[in-house]
């Protein structure tokens, strides 16, 4: 089974800009989760979808968005960028079950870099 | 809220045996999990233990819970270069993410 995808691997972006990411899970799951990665804050939710629909959000501004689509990807938006927003973007997928053991799968991660 | 700590820092000697270790809040959590991070790479899962087990070997690891304590070990038996990474304790899961751990680099002195 493939593994979780994300795309592109890498960005640049300058301040004020707005960055779209995508990730595709593991086929037969309909859970995405979006995490945030910095070395001063460590791993962060973001938000997570299940079934095209939010299930639940982090603590982000409403800068941070995503959607999903019908087969399950996943895209997650970052409008008017700030330098803070630098990070590795770590997308999981899952069963999607709550509760319950709900193991999460991780992509390679996308390096945003903002200029 | 939920906090998951962590040391930042394990210095093994290979062939020993490392003890990451990590403490946690959330009472509720039913499970919980150990992810690592090699450099430029996303996390792996490497294990999990559900909350009413106090120990689970899988071949080289072993997780042990201290649910009284809030306390989760991980053990990783005959340390290899491989596995230098940086390993995360998590709980949660489901519909609310995963709560993670800062993370604690391990490195292996050879």
């Known amino acids: 089974k493939a593994g979780v995808t994300q795309t592109p691997r890498y960005l640049i972006k300058t301040r004020g800009q707005q960055v779209t990411l995508s990730c595709s899970p593991i086929?037969?799951?309909?859970?995405v989760s979006w995490y945030q990665q910095t070395p001063g804050q460590g791993l962060q939710f973001l938000f997570e979808?299940?079934?095209?629909?939010?299930?639940n959000k982090g603590n982000f501004p409403g800068r941070f968005s995503g959607r999903q689509f019908s087969n399950s990807r996943s895209e997650m938006n970052v409008s008017t960028l700030e330098l803070g927003d630098s990070a590795l973007y770590l997308c999981?997928?899952?069963?999607?079950?709550?509760?319950?053991?709900?193991?999460?799968?991780f992509g390679p991660g996308t390096r945003l870099t903002v200029l | 809220g939920e906090d998951v700590e962590q040391s930042l820092f394990l210095s093994v000697r290979e062939g020993d045996s490392s003890v990451i270790n990590c403490t946690y809040t959330?009472?509720?959590?039913?499970?919980l999990y150990w992810y690592k991070q090699e450099p430029g790479a996303g996390l792996q899962l490497l294990t999990y233990?559900?909350?009413?087990?106090d120990m689970k070997q899988d071949q080289r690891l072993t997780v042990l819970l201290n649910k009284k304590d809030k306390h989760l070990s991980l053990r990783i038996a005959d340390t290899q270069t491989g596995d230098s990474a940086i390993y995360f304790c998590a709980e949660g899961g489901g519909a609310d993410g995963l709560t993670f751990g800062k993370g604690t680099h391990l490195i292996i002195q050879p």
């Open positions: 233990i559900f909350s009413n087990m």
């Open positions: 979808y299940f079934s095209e629909t939010q299930r």
């Open positions: 086929s037969g799951h309909r859970s």
């Open positions: 959330d009472s509720s959590s039913t499970y």
């Open positions: 999981a997928s899952s069963l999607g079950g709550s509760g319950g053991r709900n193991e999460q799968f």
